[in-house]
């Protein structure tokens, strides 16, 4: 009798999982549809303050930001225009952040005045804040700017779930690859062109 009743709690509970999940009051699949075809990007901000609508696939322009560096500068991203730039988002916790991070820095290093600018955004809303993130800096020597997204905001409208996620830009502004996970300088180069 105890295992009937486990077991018909347990299908209850998932039944009521996926409904949840399923089901939002007051919108229909006929009037909003957030699917798209294979290695295409759902195009949807809803819920996102501040996010803009925009799409992310290889070949469209990337969208514009603004935010604060953790040198308390400002930066904007469509002021890079002129400049391939590789758009990294990253974390302090994240194991393959840190293994990126050195390969990022000797690209950097060698590249910068080559055309190529590498912006590492800090997913501070998920971070452990900005003094862990200049401790992180100060660790692993880094010199390229490191604009901090406190709201998540930007972390979000460039579907930055998985982390590191990095946009590799042309000169335009215009994406021309995504890469979910670390990349070493030999990839960085490969992508950006540069010999």
Same mark, same amino acid.
Request: proline fraction near 6%; include cysteine.
């Given at each position: 009798?105890?295992?009937?009743?486990?077991? *018909? #709690?347990?299908?209850?509970? #998932? /039944?009521?999982?996926? /409904?949840?999940?399923?089901?939002?009051?007051?919108?229909?699949?006929?009037?909003?549809? &957030?699917?798209?075809?294979?290695?295409?990007? /759902?195009? &949807? &901000?809803?819920?996102?303050?501040?996010?803009?609508?925009?799409?992310? $696939?290889?070949?469209? !322009?990337?969208?514009?930001?603004?935010?604060?560096?953790?040198?308390? !500068?400002?930066?904007?991203?469509? !002021? =890079? $225009?002129?400049?391939?730039?590789?758009?990294?988002?990253? #974390?302090?916790?994240?194991?393959?952040?840190?293994? !990126?991070?050195?390969?990022?820095?000797? *690209?950097?290093?060698?590249?910068?005045?080559?055309?190529?600018? @590498?912006?590492?955004?800090?997913?501070?809303?998920?971070?452990?804040?900005?003094?862990?993130?200049?401790? *992180?800096?100060?660790?692993? +020597?880094?010199? *390229?700017? @490191?604009?901090?997204?406190?709201?998540? /905001?930007? +972390? &979000?409208?460039?579907? #930055?779930?998985? @982390?590191?996620?990095?946009?590799? =830009?042309?000169?335009? +502004?215009?994406?021309?690859?995504?890469?979910?996970?670390?990349?070493?300088?030999?990839?960085?180069?490969?992508?950006?062109?540069?010999?």
């Amino acid at each position: 009798m105890n295992k009937n009743l486990l077991s *018909f #709690a347990i299908l209850a509970l #998932a /039944v009521v999982i996926l /409904v949840v999940n399923i089901w939002k009051p007051g919108s229909t699949e006929s009037e909003k549809n &957030t699917t798209a075809p294979a290695g295409e990007s /759902v195009e &949807t &901000t809803e819920d996102i303050p501040g996010a803009k609508l925009s799409s992310l $696939r290889e070949g469209a !322009e990337a969208p514009d930001f603004e935010l604060n560096t953790l040198d308390g !500068e400002t930066i904007k991203l469509s !002021e =890079l $225009r002129g400049k391939k730039v590789i758009l990294n988002f990253w #974390a302090t916790w994240c194991p393959p952040c840190k293994a !990126e991070m050195p390969h990022m820095q000797n *690209f950097y290093e060698e590249n910068k005045d080559n055309g190529v600018e @590498i912006i590492a955004v800090n997913l501070t809303n998920m971070d452990k804040g900005a003094d862990e993130v200049q401790k *992180f800096v100060g660790e692993y +020597g880094l010199t *390229f700017p @490191i604009p901090l997204d406190e709201e998540g /905001v930007v +972390g &979000t409208t460039y579907q #930055a779930f998985t @982390i590191p996620t990095s946009y590799i =830009l042309d000169e335009n +502004g215009v994406i021309t690859k995504k890469i979910v996970g670390p990349m070493d300088e030999k990839m960085m180069k490969e992508l950006t062109g540069v010999k």
